[in-house]
């Protein structure tokens, strides 16, 4: 079965610095897709990013990119130019055909 | 468009009682799914719906919860004689299709589910 760990429970970052938040997962398959998602107090899930595990470029959504390492099945988390915005909890998830397995989550709070 | 929309958004029940909650997908959507927040916790998989396939009901965690999609639309959970392990956020997603592709899950805003 897939896992995801995620294992920091709590990060903190200063307004405008740069944070990394990290996971791992472990597989047998070749084809999949990891996630990142924000859940903010309001308890909506909203898509960070996505990374198709056949691509080797690194995704990148404006401030937030990843670092994927498939050997090593990480996928961690860069947040560049921290906003008090990005405050939330933030899960890791992996998919291959359907469901996601998700991590147990990481609470980033932005220090102003 | 409109998004993934719950009712109720929360719910306060005995224990015992038996809840129903709604889950209705973005139109469209062929691929329907229920996931399990416990305070603090991640999300776990309960059950899936996929066009009118059978659904994949291994997450479901004992035999008193079920669920029906009804006309591959609306959604909804059913819990009998709730316990208060069962209380938790209850989320529900929709997809455009499953399968190998990156189309993400759009998440409704989830139904608090509180058992006394």
């Known amino acids: 079965a897939q896992t995801v760990t995620q294992s920091q429970p709590e990060m903190s970052v200063q307004e405008a610095e740069t944070v990394t938040l990290s996971c791992t997962y472990d597989?047998?398959?070749?084809?999949?897709?990891l996630f990142w998602y924000k859940q903010p107090p309001s308890r909506q899930m909203i898509l960070v990013i996505r990374q198709e595990a056949y691509k080797q470029q690194n995704a990148t959504e404006n401030r937030f990119s990843v670092n994927f390492q498939k050997a090593a099945k990480s996928f961690s988390l860069k947040i560049s130019d921290s906003q008090l915005g990005d405050a939330a909890m933030y899960f890791c998830a992996y998919r291959s055909r359907d469901k996601l397995v998700f991590g147990a989550g990481t609470i980033l709070r932005v220090k102003s | 468009g409109a998004g993934v929309s719950q009712s109720p958004s929360n719910k306060v029940t005995e224990k015992g009682k038996d809840v129903e909650l709604r889950c209705d997908p973005i139109s469209g959507h062929t691929a329907l799914y229920w996931y399990r927040q416990s305070l603090g916790q991640g999300l776990e998989f309960l059950i899936y719906?996929?066009?009118?396939?059978?659904?994949?009901k291994s997450g479901l965690p004992s035999d008193r919860f079920s669920a029906e999609r009804t006309g591959g639309s609306v959604s909804t959970l059913t819990i009998q004689r709730t316990q208060q392990e069962d209380s938790a956020v209850y989320l529900c997603?929709?997809?455009?299709?499953?399968?190998?592709?990156?189309?993400?899950?759009?998440f409704g805003p989830g139904t608090r589910l509180t058992v006394t």
């Open positions: 719906f996929q066009g009118n396939s059978a659904p994949d």
């Open positions: 597989t047998s398959e070749s084809d999949y897709y």
């Open positions: 997603a929709s997809s455009p299709r499953s399968g190998y592709s990156s189309y993400e899950q759009y």
